[in-house]
T-cell receptor, first 115, second 111 residues
Framework: GAGVSQSPSNKVTEKGKDVELRCDPI?????LYWYRQSLGQGLEFLIY????????KSGLPSDRFSAERTGGSVSTLTIQRTQQEDSAVYLC?????????????FGPGTRLTVL | QQQVKQSPQSLIVQKGGISIINCAYE??????FPWYQQFPGKGPALLIA?????SEKKEGRFTISFNKSAKQFSLHIMDSQPGDSATYFC??????????FGQGTTLQVKP
């Protein structure tokens, strides 16, 4: 079956512009996560959606970052007024209650470059 | 308290050798410890995982050793192969939420 998909795969933008990154989780997965992977760094948690519960936004680095999940499926991560330090690979993952939410399935990521 | 520290940052092993990657954590509320493998241009994929009530878990050539009292866990790759060359991340999780990742280890297995 289809895995987690993310679009675009690459995004180049100018400093100060807004960007939207999209994630399509595996069908039926109720939990969705966003992480950021900077060059040479580990994966940094950003935000977590679980069903209809309020999202865990504790990892968002600033108020320029926001995310939503529509209809319990597709999610969009928005970065406003992008800065050069926002350049990174943004990874989305999803998981299912059937496996105790243990395995998070990752998409291929969106590589964001802010010039 | 939320950090997971991973070492070494990079590792070179000869084909057939044993690769060992170590991680340490502080938060005793963590209840699930996975290892993820990432190839260039791909997202991470779950390799093997362990819960703190078990001291060791083996799946094929991959083994996790877990030391609850020391708050440390490690990944051992036996008979390392060139195809194992990738970046490995340890992680920890509390309940069913976010994963806290280590900094990653880039493994190169020389033929």
């Amino acid at each position: 079956g289809a895995g987690v998909s993310q679009s675009p795969s690459n995004k180049v933008t100018e400093k100060g512009k807004d960007v939207e990154l999209r994630c399509d989780p595996i069908s039926g997965h109720t939990a969705l996560y966003w992480y950021r992977q900077s060059l040479g760094q580990g994966l940094e948690f950003l935000i977590y959606f679980q069903g209809n519960s309020a999202p865990d936004k504790s990892g968002l680095p600033s108020d320029r970052f926001s995310a939503e999940r529509t209809g319990g499926s597709v999610s969009t991560l928005t970065i406003q007024r992008t800065q050069q330090e926002d350049s990174a690979v943004y990874l989305c993952a999803s998981s299912t209650r059937l496996a105790g939410y243990n395995e998070q399935f990752f998409g291929p990521g969106t590589r964001l470059t802010v010039l | 308290q939320q950090q997971v520290k991973q070492s070494p940052q990079s590792l070179i092993v000869q084909k057939g050798g044993i690769s060992i990657i170590n991680c340490a954590y502080e938060n005793t509320a963590f209840d699930y410890f996975p290892w993820y493998q990432q190839f260039p241009g791909k997202g991470p994929a779950l390799l093997i995982a362990i819960r703190p009530d078990v001291s060791e878990k083996k799946e094929g050539r991959f083994t996790i050793s877990f030391n609850k009292s020391a708050k440390q866990f490690s990944l051992h790759i036996m008979d390392s192969q060139p195809g194992d060359s990738a970046t490995y991340f340890c992680a920890a999780r509390r309940d069913t939420g976010k994963l806290i990742f280590g900094q990653g280890t880039t493994l190169q297995v020389k033929p």
